[in-house]
Nanobody
Framework: QVQLVESGGGLVQAGGSLRLSCAAV????????MGWFRQAPGKEREFVAG????????DYADSVKGRFTVSRESAKNTVALQMNSLQREDTAVYFC?????????????????WGQGTQVTVSS
């Protein structure tokens, strides 16, 4: 059974940092792009960050650019999202996803596997 398991969410004060991790179980995704999405209450799931199969290409939503960093360790079959300077607007459930292609993509339909999500809450 293929699973993506996120960890690292929690409650943090505005201006603080969190590091999310995503571990793939059941198969390797080293040949595919990986992405992070988030969904706030009452809103659609949105792209946050993505990384290509090699790690050589990364993409970020404008709202997180300069504050978040996506990385991957293919040998460990993991991907991480370092989140700094967190703002209340970053409060959401964060999802890790594995795409069907090796490049970075923003479209949700390009992602075949999804984690169960981890809650990030930023307080003022």
């Amino acid at each position: 059974q293929v699973q993506l398991v996120e960890s690292g969410g929690g409650l943090v004060q505005a201006g603080g940092s969190l590091r999310l991790s995503c571990a793939a179980v059941g198969r390797t995704f080293s040949s595919y792009g990986m992405g992070w999405f988030r969904q706030a209450p009452g809103k659609e799931r949105e792209f946050v960050a993505g990384i290509s199969w090699s790690g050589g290409s990364r993409d970020y939503a404008d709202s997180v650019k300069g504050r978040f960093t996506v990385s991957r360790e293919s040998a460990k079959n993991t991907v991480a999202l370092q989140m700094n300077s967190l703002q209340r607007e970053d409060t959401a459930v964060y999802f890790c996803a594995a795409s069907r292609v090796p490049v970075v993509v923003r479209n949700r339909s390009e992602y075949a596997y999804w984690g169960q999500g981890t809650q990030v809450t930023v307080s003022s």
